[in-house]
């Protein structure tokens, strides 16, 4: 159970010390019982579903970093997310939906209220298909390497720059995934998405206001809405050419970037027409430690967790680096990677 010291900190108002020592131990089990009576209306309210407490995030994210979650949740369909949604609303206890835990970094302190793991969510099926293409229903916590694979099995031509890029399908929607002029935006026809009421609704893609590594679907921080499923449209051809086109992007891939170390992929944007990567790498950054966490020798823009890297060395990392690039370049980076938690 986890006492936190800026909940405590909320009511140091007194000055005497009597009175401040009753107020912080009524703070204290204030909290306590709070998260206790998570647990009781977890235990006692849940169906298929599992429900964790003080989880780890660590276990969680590409990165290998991060904090526990108050309360970590797997629903395994439709009903089960709704009846998870039900609960959290009526406790108005936050929440972050997950998919694979990549692109994203967790604060040392960990996650508020729940996280909601749409991992179980893995379904794929081909819904139409003629001569020249193939439509296929995706759900959220499919894993993109596994279409990727799938797609070079059969000839299906689309998503063959995206081979190498780690996470679920949802995630890919969300953040309009891509590489080497390959995006999701350009395959997708449909998302079906959850508020945070339970309510599902379809958007057609035309209706969805991609950007780069980014898209106009709300997330945790603006209403809570959450990517269940996909309809994506891959046009056929033949398997030599698909596998062909895969097996030479990932080449590309390996050769270029970490990825066989813990990241979370690209940390900065690419600024227009530049590279991010390029600029770190001209302003001297590659190698560059704080901890356990090191801008990579191979590729600027991934830092790597060498070891037990914490989120706060990583965010120290981004400053120091950030800095350097805008003495050397004068541009600022923004960052891609998500940073989410307490702190």
Known sequence: MEIRRRDIAKVEYSTNSGDLM???INCIETVFKMKEEWKVLFYEEFLRNEARFGESMSNHTSLRIGGPADIFLIPEDISSLKKILNILKRNRIPFLPLGNGTNILVMDEGIEGAVISLRSFRKMEIINEDDKFVNIYVE?????????????????????????IPGSIGGAVWGNAGAYGYEMKDIITLVTIMGS??????????????????SKISSFASG??????????????KIENVSSKIEDFFKRKRESQPIFEPSAGCVFKNPPELSAGRLIDEAGCKGMRIGDVEVSKIHANFFV??????????IKLMENVKLRVIDTSGIELEPEIRIVGRG
Not at 305 to 314: H, L, V
């Open 22 to 24: 009753v107020c912080k």
């Open 140 to 164: 959220s916590g499919f894993p993109l390497q596994k279409l990727v694979r799938f797609s070079k099995e059969c000839g299906y031509s689309g998503i063959e720059g995206l081979v190498g």
């Open 197 to 214: 009421d339970g309510r599902i609704r379809e958007v057609r893609s035309e209706d969805i206001e991609f950007g780069y590594r980014g």
């Open 224 to 237: 809570g809405e959450m990517v269940i499923s996909v309809e994506i449209v891959l046009k056929k051809d």
């Open 305 to 314: 967790n060498k070891g037990k890297a914490k989120a706060s060395e990583f």
